[in-house]
């Protein structure tokens, strides 16, 4: 399944394939949009970069993220919440020649870059002659990178995940079977950020389908009277979100299949997905069918996923994460790469298609994480341990400090190394406060370079303030605890197990 070839059977259909709020746009007009970019992109650059576009749900974003692909580049999407800072940062490696800006903020340009806003984005639209069209042999293929993902890095510089045609056109082909819907049922949720690869789900799965994306902005997300007005419009049939949000919205009565009448499929992913949850979801959606998918970013989105059934509820392990997806295969190794016995936890490595080449310009991290099987495709240590039983894995913990909060996904190192780039701070650590067995929020401790005139309530807001121009916005600990000094363990490190102990 190739989202170019699919849309292109659509190209004149006049069905919805995307709305933002009171903005909606067609398969054709999409379709013809995108050329229009596509032959933009090929006239006014001098390289084949990466297109960054930063911004959040805007219609026009799709429109750009298909141009890339067919001028034969891949895109970087770039969520509001990152500060202009990081996404300066993030453009020095990427060395792209146009910038999309509807993030309202103020990014600072390298010489060669140039920034198109949203005005000028549109007139671009209208502007152009009618009936371009690029050829397929224009478009990414096989190898090429489609988009490129930054996440979350302990040095404190994201790493860009590289993602192929390749990549995308196995995972697709795969997952798709679980994404069907009923004919008649046309609208699937299109909320999550598209710098999380959650969001290929509806992109490259359901818009290729045919179905209508009904996107919710952040402005929506922080407003709930303002979120649920529209998804009481919405007739949505297919939910695709982490459960860190599907949670929040099933705290208010009021959210269930009165309002969602027509929602068949739950798909969850990106984090632990608890019974709690699915028990609530099986009440208030009696007709919905949930899946727990399972993955990181390296892997495509999803490695493996399934229907998480009664039974499942009954028994008295966690949920299972489902088995790999089909065209790969997998080891749970222990601390020496070697397998362990079946039953037995260990780090999950998977060889798959899905695979991604790498990081991007980033060879060591590279070189840490993936490897090249003997077969030739890529594999991928996740960090992960889990354990399998019956034919299915069940997720444990990870191996090291990245985490998860509200279903982001960060490094607990990314967060400290950039607080100790300010002036005022000498050394810090971050922990994650946990509650009902999930990340519930971050506490930093801080030894500082100076005596602050503050209080340290004020001085931990000022930290917050300063690090909120380098870090995304949900990285920025809710608490900031000031020491003298760090507890040290007898090998002379930071002990973060007394500094836990103490405080948390
Ligand atoms: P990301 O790259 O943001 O998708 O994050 C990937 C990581 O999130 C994985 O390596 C896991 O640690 C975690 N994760 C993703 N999906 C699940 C799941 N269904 N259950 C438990 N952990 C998950």
Excluded at 177 to 185: P, Q, V
Excluded at 340 to 355: F, H, K, P, R, T
Excluded at 367 to 376: L, N, Q, S
Excluded at 395 to 420: A, M, P, V
């Amino acid at each position: 399944m190739w989202i170019l070839d699919e849309l292109k059977k659509r190209s004149d259909s006049d069905v919805t394939a995307l709305i933002h709020r009171e903005r909606d746009i067609s398969f054709q007009e999409l379709w013809k949009q995108s050329e229009i970019m596509a032959e933009y992109f090929k006239q006014h650059c001098q390289t084949k970069a990466p297109i960054v576009i930063y911004g959040n749900k805007d219609i026009e974003i799709t429109v750009l993220m298909l141009a890339a692909l067919k001028s034969g580049r891949a895109y970087v999407p770039l969520d509001i919440t990152f500060p202009a800072n990081r996404v300066e940062t993030i453009m020095q490696d990427v060395e792209n020649e146009l910038l999309f800006n509807f993030s309202g903020e103020t990014v600072n340009l390298p010489e060669e870059c140039r920034e198109i806003g949203k005005r000028e984005l549109l007139s671009l639209l209208q502007g152009n002659p009618e009936g371009t069209i690029i050829p397929e042999q224009d478009y990414v293929q096989g190898e090429d990178n489609c988009y490129i993902l930054f996440t979350s890095g302990s040095t404190g510089k994201p790493k860009g995940v590289q993602i192929s045609k390749k990549n995308i056109v196995n995972f697709t082909s795969w997952f798709a079977k679980a994404c069907e819907l009923s004919a008649d049922k046309q609208v699937v949720l299109n909320q999550v950020s598209y710098s999380f690869d959650v969001s290929v789900i509806p992109l490259y799965i359901y818009l290729a389908m045919g179905k209508t994306l009904f996107s919710i902005d952040k402005e929506m997300l922080d407003n709930t009277r303002l979120l649920f007005r529209y998804l009481k419009e919405s007739h949505i049939a297919a939910w695709v979100s982490t459960p860190a949000f599907l949670e929040i919205c099933s705290f208010d009565d009021s959210f269930d299949e009165k309002m969602l009448p027509e929602l068949e499929n739950i798909i969850l992913a990106g984090e632990v997905l608890t019974k709690k949850l699915v028990s609530v979801l099986h009440k208030k959606f009696s007709g919905a069918k949930v899946i727990n998918g399972y993955g990181p970013t390296e892997g495509t989105v999803l490695l493996s996923a399934c229907e998480i059934t009664e039974e499942m509820l009954a028994n008295e392990k966690s949920l299972p994460i489902g088995m790999i997806l089909d065209d790969g295969y997998y080891e749970i190794q222990d601390d020496k790469n070697h397998p362990v016995a079946v039953g037995e936890s260990g780090e999950l490595v998977v060889v798959s298609d899905s695979i991604s080449k790498g990081y991007f310009k980033n060879p060591e991290q590279t070189a840490k994480a993936f490897f090249k099987a003997e077969d030739g495709r890529m594999g991928y240590r996740t960090g992960d341990l889990v354990f399998e039983e019956n034919g299915l894995l069940y997720y444990i913990t990870r191996k090291d400090t990245q985490i998860k909060l509200n279903g982001f996904r960060i490094e607990l190192n990314d967060i400290s190394s950039n607080l100790n780039l300010l002036d005022i701070v000498n050394n810090s650590v971050v922990l994650p406060v946990y509650k009902e067995g999930r990340v519930a929020y971050l506490t930093a401790f801080v030894v500082l370079n100076y005596k602050s005139e503050l209080s340290d309530l004020k001085t931990g807001i000022a930290i917050k303030k300063e690090l909120k121009e380098k870090i995304p916005s949900y990285m920025i600990p809710r608490k900031i605890v000031i020491l003298e000094k760090f507890p040290m363990n007898i090998n002379g490190k930071i002990d973060r197990k007394k500094l836990a102990e103490d405080y948390l």
